[in-house]
């Protein structure tokens, strides 16, 4: 039997370096500290462990080593995320919104909704401002008012028989296609993907007009740590510089288009 003294120096130097090289490697992983996220239940957005945001959330923590990543198995409402949040079931929510109340802190403003004005191409209609809402058969999402400027209310406000609000997202492109409507407003990514779902339909995303004329919409990542939060946001700033953020975005509209 041959002992490590039989072996040449330089191979037991080898085998020590590699073998500290490996405790270098595996220790961040070893000592990261687990953080449970949980995040949202709509398309494209959120789509059981993967969508747009979900996606934006993983390419964050491939910079933050020091943490493992585990997203919630059960999509949730964002009432039950703040629930879960609070009680602490939950390391972290995604999606949360300014005013919502958390016990602990508010990301900087990371998830971006790409809210917009979509007619029907071939009605030709004339959308350069939000006043050109005015007097137009609009469908929208619920609460859409609350996250739109104050000139959609007063515009949408002066006909309010001609303002329609659904719960239902796949309603808006059934109904702006069946020309029910001439305006649907709501975000273009969860627009296109409705449009996908909507099997029997005769209409492609080239068949709309998109008029980008209402601000882009923010939410956070809400934590119950005060320092990951800190360094959710220094990780999330290094993938914006990078590219990757903006990267994911185009990826998932052009799946859609």
């Not at 209609?125 to 609350?146: C, E, F, G, H």
């Not at 360094?231 to 990826?251: L, T």
């Amino acid at each position: 039997m041959r002992h490590s003294g039989d072996y040449p120096f330089a191979f037991r130097h080898t085998v020590r370096r590699l073998v500290l090289l490996a405790l270098i490697i595996l220790a961040p992983l070893v000592c990261a500290q687990e953080v449970k996220i949980g995040v949202g239940n709509f398309k494209p957005y959120f789509d059981g462990k993967s969508g747009l945001f979900t996606d934006l959330i993983e390419e964050v923590f491939k910079e933050m080593p020091q943490y493992q990543l585990k997203i919630s198995a059960t999509p949730m409402s964002n009432y039950r995320l703040l629930e879960e949040l609070n009680a602490g079931a939950i390391d972290g929510a995604a999606n949360i919104f300014l005013g919502d109340k958390i016990k602990g802190c508010l990301s900087d403003p990371f998830f971006r909704y790409d809210d917009v004005v979509i007619t029907l191409k071939k009605r030709k209609i004339k959308i350069d401002s939000i006043a050109n809402l005015k007097d137009k058969s609009i469908i929208t999402y619920q609460n859409a008012k609350l996250f739109q400027p104050k000139e959609f209310s007063q515009i949408v406000d002066t006909n309010p028989s001609l303002y329609h609000e659904t719960p239902i997202q796949t309603n808006q492109v059934k109904l702006l296609a069946l020309e029910r409507v001439q305006v649907s407003v709501g975000d273009a990514y969860i627009f296109l993907d409705s449009l996908k779902e909507w099997k029997e339909s005769p209409y492609t995303a080239s068949d709309f007009e998109f008029h980008r004329v209402l601000p882009v919409n923010s939410t956070y990542m809400a934590f119950r740590d005060p320092k990951l939060c800190a360094d959710f946001n220094k990780a999330s700033q290094k993938i914006k510089d990078s590219g990757r953020y903006e990267a994911i975005y185009k990826a998932y509209l052009d799946k859609l288009q």
